[in-house]
């Protein structure tokens, strides 16, 4: 079955980093274009970053760029966030999302960024 599986969320200072990961299985990964969403309590899921099937294509929000830095894996069916230099208003539960003719979703990781 499909599996989009979380991991590496955390509470962090402002100013910290942390990487989180996406583990995918039950569906061909490497076809697939892979996405980082994130919802802040209150306020509605926004698009974090994307990355193209063969990672050779990347896009960021505007209020990460620079700082966040996505990638894959397609040998190990993983995607990544690199999250650097954090803000509190990147706390968010973040979710990782499949696209090709079908939508996979993620349960999501906690990222909370406070002193």
């Known amino acids: 079955q499909v599996q989009l599986v979380e991991s590496g969320g955390g509470l962090v200072q402002p100013g910290g980093s942390l990487r989180l990961s996406c583990a995918a299985s039950?569906?061909?990964?490497?076809?697939?274009?892979m996405s980082w969403y994130r919802q802040a309590p209150g306020k509605e899921r926004e698009l974090v970053a994307g990355i193209s099937s063969d990672g050779g294509s990347t896009n960021y929000a505007d209020s990460v760029k620079g700082r966040f830095t996505i990638s894959r894996d397609n040998s190990k069916n993983t995607m990544y966030l690199q999250m650097n230099s954090l803000k509190p208003e990147d706390t968010a539960v973040y979710s990782c999302?499949?696209?090709?003719?079908?939508?996979?979703w993620g349960q999501g990781t906690q990222v909370t960024v406070s002193s």
């Open positions: 039950g569906f061909t990964f490497s076809r697939f274009v």
């Open positions: 999302h499949a696209r090709l003719f079908s939508n996979y």
